[in-house]
């Protein structure tokens, strides 16, 4: 059974930098396409960032930039490097696994219909 757990969320001030963590397990991470999705309040889930199995990055256009997503397979571990957050950035962050990665312009993409394992989220609030 697929389990993914978040952390690193927090309450930040604009301008300031965040990482987050997803640590996965009862599944071979090394093997699974990984991405980052958040929702903020009132609003769908919007795709971050998604990386493939030899570590390729796609980005959301909002956070192009600003955010950059990684992995460690010995530790089963993605994480979302985080900086410039601005209160545009408040929302849940959800981390998500998937048995294969689809592709845009040779990016993998971070649309949610192409993840079918999901972990509970970690809130990110950014202050003006």
């Known amino acids: 059974q697929v389990h993914l757990v978040e952390s690193g969320g927090g309450s930040v001030q604009a301008g300031d930098s965040l990482r987050l963590s997803c640590v996965a397990s009862?599944?071979?991470?090394?093997?699974?396409?990984m991405g980052w999705f958040r929702q903020a309040p009132g609003k769908g889930r919007e795709g971050v960032a998604a990386?493939?199995?030899?570590?390729?990055?796609g980005y959301g256009d909002s956070v192009k930039g600003r955010f950059t997503i990684s992995r460690d397979d010995a530790k089963n571990t993605v994480y979302l490097d985080m900086k410039i957050l601005g209160p545009d950035d408040t929302a849940m962050y959800y981390c998500?696994?998937?048995?294969?990665?689809?592709?845009?312009?040779?990016?993998?993409?971070?649309?949610?219909?192409?993840?079918?394992?999901w972990g509970q989220g970690t809130q990110v609030t950014v202050s003006s």
């Open positions: 998500a696994a998937a048995q294969v990665c689809h592709y845009k312009n040779d990016a993998p993409r971070a649309s949610e219909s192409y993840f079918p394992y």
């Open positions: 009862g599944y071979s991470h090394s093997t699974y396409c």
């Open positions: 990386i493939s199995l030899n570590g390729r990055a």
